[in-house]
């Protein structure tokens, strides 16, 4: 990877990088934290509709089961209610994978804030500080996390592939 004039950009370009990286994955963590609120407020309201059928259900609003000796005049939709419990549940599931996808975003946004500051602290050579961000995105397979942004870790192997 060269800049401009051929030459290895410098190592102040390289902590620009690894900031802006950072910024960008901690934009997507407040992206996927207001979807992830979007979820659990549909999980509060399915779960309130479920308990509201199952208070308005049996006798006089009684939660506690009619006795089998009893006509079956319980108004509870047990499939309505189970088919609620169903989708409480994917929504759960989808909420947890989220917030895995989300902690995984910030352990690789703070990775990229403590290059950035190893980089400004203790690097002279543009070219090392390339070599340790191509390393640091291989080793956590950065590319994955930008869809629609090349990293330099790619940038890096499709330089290495045009010149083979």
Avoid: W
């Amino acid at each position: 990877m060269t800049g401009v004039n051929g030459s290895v950009p410098a190592v102040g370009e390289f902590v620009e990088y690894c900031r802006t990286q950072a910024g960008l994955l901690r934009g997507a963590v407040e992206t996927m934290g207001s979807e992830a609120d979007g979820l659990l407020d549909g999980i509060d309201a399915k779960t309130a509709e479920v308990r509201a059928r199952l208070e308005r259900g049996g006798p006089e609003g009684a939660t506690t089961p009619q006795s089998t000796d009893a006509p079956d005049d319980d108004p509870v939709d047990v499939e309505a209610i189970e088919e609620l419990e169903a989708e409480i549940e994917d929504q759960q599931l989808l909420v947890r994978a989220k917030q895995a996808r989300m902690e995984a975003f910030r352990e690789l946004a703070d990775g990229y804030d403590g290059l950035a500051e190893e980089l400004h602290s203790s690097v002279d050579d543009g070219r090392e500080a390339m070599e340790r961000v191509v390393r640091f995105e291989a080793d956590r397979d950065a590319p994955a996390y930008f869809e629609d942004r090349r990293t330099v870790c790619e940038a890096a192997a499709s330089r290495g592939s045009d010149a083979e």
